[in-house]
C-alpha cells in the first residue's frame, strides 16, 4: 500500500496524460510529487491514435521511449473519405502510435512512478482547489486525508474536474458516440476517416474481432431529432467500413466540443482540463503532453521564484491559447475541404471562412511604431524553466511580443521610432547587435508580424493620432 505523503511540492489532479507526464518531468527534477487520480472510466474513444509526426514533439519532451512502451506501433492502413466520394490512403513515412487508452493511461503512469511520483487511484481532492496549501483527499473507500502542497495543478481533462475553469471560446457544439460493432473483415487492418452529412466517423479496428466507431455529429440535431436517428443515419448514409457494420453497441456518448477556458482563479491548469481541441485532429493526447511540459516549466519556475506567480500563468495560458487558436484553424481547413454536404447543419456551422490576412505594407509606405504600443515583461520558455523576457504589447492585444521565432521584437519595433519604410527600418535594426548576427529575411518576418498585430502603423496614422 502507497503511503500517503504529509507535504509535497507539487499536488496533480487527474492521472491521464498530461497529469502523468507533467508529474514525471517534475519528478526528474527531485521535486516530490503527488499524482491523484480518480480512476473513473473514461468516456472518450478507447481506441485513439497519435499521429506519426507527433515523433519530434515526444522526442523534444524527453518521453518518447515512456510513450512508445505505452502505446502500441500503428501498423494499420489510414484510409479517408473526405472531400469526394472515393476512398483515399494517407500515406506516411513512419507508423505513427495505437493507444488502447486503458493500457496507454496505466503505463504512463508507470513511468511516472518510475520516476518517483507518488501516485493514489481512486483518489479525488475536495473541491474548490486552492493553488497551493492543505488540500482534502478522498478515497473511495469513503476515508480522507489531507496534504500540504507547494502548488495545486488540475489535469483532470475536459470535465475540467474540480474547480472547473470558465469557458472562454468554444467550436460548434459536438457530441462523440462511442459504439463497439462486430469486426468488418475488409478493413481489419485499417483506420478509416469518412464525412457524411450529419458529421464525421472514424473505425478503428479493435484486434479482438470487434471494431470502434466514433460518431461525431451536431449536438444540436441530435437534440431535435434524437440520438438514434441520427446515428442510425449516420450509419446508413456512410460508403465505409461503417456502412458495413452489424451488432452495433453503443458504449457511451460524450461531449466532443472544442473549447478554451481561461482561469479566473490562480490556479494552473494543463491538458485537456484547459483546452480540448477539435477530435477531427487526432491530436488531443499529443497536445496533453506538449501541455504538461510547458505546465512542468511554469511549475519549476512558480516554486523557485513565485513573485510574479499571475504573469507565469498569464503566460501558460497565452502559450496554451495560442495552441488551441492553431488547432482550430487547422481543423476549418479540413472542414472546409469538405464541400458535398456544405448545407447540412454540421458542416454549415464548422465550415468557417478562412481569416483573412492583413496584405504587407506598400514597399514605399513610411512605417512608425504605432502610438499606444508600450514595453512589457512577460514570461517566456528557456530549456527546463520560464525566464522574463521584455516585450511589446497594446491595447487589445493581449499579448506581449518578445520575439518572433528567434527574432526579439524591441530592437526591431526600435528602428521605427522615426518614419521608415520596411526595408529602411530592417536595415536600420540591424545596426542593433541583437539583430546584426541574424538573417536579414527573419528580421523582416518579425517587422512583419508587428505589422499584422498593430504595432506597426503607416507613419501618417500614427502623426495623426498625436
Ligand atoms: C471521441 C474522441 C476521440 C478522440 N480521439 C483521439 C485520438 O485518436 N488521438 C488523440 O491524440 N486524442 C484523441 N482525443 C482527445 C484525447 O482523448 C484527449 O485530448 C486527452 O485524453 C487529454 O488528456 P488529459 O490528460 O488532458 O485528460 P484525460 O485523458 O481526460 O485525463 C484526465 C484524468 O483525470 C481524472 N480525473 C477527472 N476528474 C478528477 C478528479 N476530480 N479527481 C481525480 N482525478 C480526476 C480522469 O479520471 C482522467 O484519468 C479524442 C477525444 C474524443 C472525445
Given at each position: 500500500?502507497?503511503?500517503?505523503?504529509?507535504?509535497v511540492d507539487v499536488l496533480i489532479v487527474g492521472g491521464g496524460p498530461a497529469g502523468a507526464i507533467c508529474a514525471g518531468l517534475l519528478a526528474?527534477q527531485?521535486l516530490r510529487v503527488l499524482l491523484v487520480d480518480?480512476?473513473?472510466?473514461?468516456?472518450?474513444?478507447?481506441?485513439?491514435?497519435?499521429?506519426?509526426?507527433?515523433?519530434?514533439?515526444?522526442?523534444?519532451?524527453?518521453?518518447?521511449?515512456?510513450?512508445?512502451?505505452?502505446?502500441?506501433?500503428?501498423?494499420?492502413?489510414?484510409?479517408?473519405?473526405?472531400?469526394?466520394?472515393?476512398?483515399?490512403?494517407?500515406?506516411?513515412?513512419?507508423?505513427?502510435?495505437?493507444?488502447?487508452?486503458?493500457?496507454?493511461?496505466?503505463?504512463?503512469?508507470?513511468?511516472a512512478?518510475?520516476?518517483?511520483v507518488v501516485?493514489?487511484?481512486?483518489?479525488s481532492p475536495?473541491a474548490p482547489l486552492p493553488p497551493s496549501g492543505?488540500v482534502?483527499l478522498?478515497?473511495?473507500?469513503?476515508?480522507?486525508?489531507?496534504v500540504?502542497a507547494g502548488c495545486v495543478v488540475v489535469a483532470a481533462g475536459?470535465?475540467g474536474g474540480p474547480s472547473p475553469a470558465?469557458?472562454?471560446?468554444?467550436?460548434?457544439?459536438?457530441?462523440?458516440?462511442?459504439?463497439?460493432?462486430?469486426?468488418?473483415?475488409?478493413?481489419?487492418?485499417?483506420?478509416?476517416?469518412?464525412?457524411?452529412?450529419?458529421?464525421?466517423?472514424?473505425?478503428?479496428?479493435?484486434?479482438?474481432?470487434?471494431?470502434?466507431?466514433?460518431?461525431?455529429?451536431?449536438?444540436?440535431?441530435?437534440?431535435?431529432?434524437?440520438?438514434?436517428?441520427?446515428?442510425?443515419?449516420?450509419?446508413?448514409?456512410?460508403?465505409?467500413?461503417?456502412?458495413?457494420?452489424?451488432?452495433?453497441?453503443?458504449?457511451?456518448?460524450?461531449?466532443?466540443?472544442?473549447?478554451?477556458r481561461?482561469g479566473?482563479d490562480a490556479l494552473l491548469r494543463l491538458g485537456d482540463a484547459i483546452?480540448?481541441?477539435?477530435?477531427?485532429?487526432?491530436?488531443?493526447?499529443?497536445?496533453a503532453?506538449?501541455s504538461a511540459d510547458q505546465a512542468a516549466a511554469a511549475i519549476a519556475t512558480l516554486l523557485?521564484?513565485s513573485?510574479?506567480a499571475?504573469?507565469i500563468l498569464?503566460?501558460v495560458w497565452?502559450?496554451e491559447?495560442?495552441?488551441?487558436?492553431?488547432?482550430?484553424?487547422?481543423?476549418?481547413?479540413?472542414?472546409?475541404?469538405?464541400?458535398?454536404?456544405?448545407?447540412?447543419?454540421?458542416?454549415?456551422?464548422?465550415?468557417?471562412?478562412?481569416?483573412?490576412?492583413?496584405?504587407?505594407?506598400?514597399?514605399?509606405?513610411?512605417?512608425?511604431?504605432?502610438?499606444?504600443?508600450?514595453?512589457?515583461?512577460?514570461?517566456?520558455?528557456?530549456?527546463?524553466?520560464?525566464?522574463?523576457?521584455?516585450?511589446?504589447?497594446?491595447?487589445?492585444?493581449?499579448?506581449?511580443?518578445?520575439?518572433?521565432?528567434?527574432?526579439?521584437?524591441?530592437?526591431?519595433?526600435?528602428?521605427?521610432?522615426?518614419?521608415?519604410?520596411?526595408?529602411?527600418?530592417?536595415?536600420?535594426?540591424?545596426?542593433?547587435?541583437?539583430?546584426?548576427?541574424?538573417?536579414?529575411?527573419?528580421?523582416?518576418?518579425?517587422?512583419?508580424?508587428?505589422?499584422?498585430?498593430?504595432?506597426?502603423?503607416?507613419?501618417?496614422?500614427?502623426?495623426?493620432?498625436?
Open positions: 500500500m502507497t503511503s500517503i505523503p504529509d507535504t526528474r527531485s480518480d480512476g473513473r472510466p473514461r468516456r472518450a474513444s478507447e481506441q485513439e491514435t497519435i499521429l506519426p509526426a507527433a515523433r519530434t514533439a515526444l522526442a523534444r519532451v524527453g518521453v518518447h521511449d515512456a510513450v512508445l512502451a505505452a502505446a502500441a506501433p500503428d501498423r494499420l492502413r489510414h484510409l479517408a473519405i473526405w472531400g469526394g466520394p472515393t476512398m483515399v490512403a494517407q500515406p506516411a513515412a513512419e507508423p505513427g502510435l495505437r493507444l488502447h487508452r486503458p493500457t496507454f493511461d496505466a503505463g504512463l503512469r508507470r513511468w512512478v518510475d520516476c518517483g501516485l493514489l487511484s481512486s483518489c475536495a492543505r482534502r478522498r478515497f473511495a473507500g469513503g476515508c480522507f486525508a489531507d500540504e475536459r470535465s470558465p469557458v472562454l471560446v468554444a467550436g460548434p457544439e459536438t457530441a462523440a458516440f462511442c459504439v463497439r460493432t462486430s469486426a468488418v473483415p475488409e478493413f481489419a487492418e485499417a483506420a478509416v476517416i469518412e464525412a457524411v452529412p450529419d458529421g464525421w466517423l472514424w473505425w478503428i479496428p479493435a484486434g479482438d474481432g470487434s471494431g470502434v466507431l466514433s460518431v461525431l455529429v451536431d449536438t444540436a440535431v441530435v437534440a431535435a431529432e434524437g440520438s438514434r436517428t441520427v446515428l442510425a443515419r449516420a450509419l446508413q448514409s456512410a460508403t465505409g467500413p461503417a456502412r458495413q457494420v452489424a451488432n452495433v453497441r453503443l458504449l457511451h456518448a460524450t461531449r466532443a466540443t472544442a473549447r478554451l481561461r479566473t483546452a480540448t481541441v477539435d477530435p477531427l485532429s487526432s491530436q488531443g493526447v499529443e497536445k503532453i506538449a523557485s521564484e513573485a510574479d499571475g504573469g498569464t503566460a497565452r502559450w491559447r495560442d495552441l488551441w487558436r492553431a488547432h482550430a484553424a487547422t481543423a476549418a481547413a479540413f472542414y472546409r475541404q469538405e464541400e458535398r454536404f456544405a448545407e447540412q447543419p454540421f458542416w454549415r456551422a464548422r465550415r468557417v471562412p478562412s481569416p483573412t490576412v492583413l496584405p504587407d505594407p506598400p514597399a514605399d509606405l513610411p512605417l512608425h511604431l504605432a502610438s499606444d504600443a508600450t514595453a512589457a515583461t512577460t514570461w517566456r520558455r528557456h530549456e527546463r524553466r520560464l525566464v522574463a523576457a521584455d516585450g511589446l504589447t497594446r491595447p487589445g492585444l493581449d499579448d506581449v511580443l518578445t520575439h518572433v521565432r528567434f527574432v526579439p521584437v524591441p530592437p526591431v519595433a526600435a528602428a521605427f521610432t522615426v518614419p521608415r519604410t520596411l526595408a529602411a527600418g530592417v536595415a536600420e535594426a540591424g545596426r542593433d547587435p541583437r539583430l546584426f548576427v541574424l538573417p536579414p529575411r527573419a528580421v523582416l518576418d518579425a517587422a512583419l508580424v508587428l505589422w499584422r498585430q498593430g504595432l506597426l502603423i503607416p507613419a501618417a496614422t500614427a502623426v495623426a493620432r498625436r
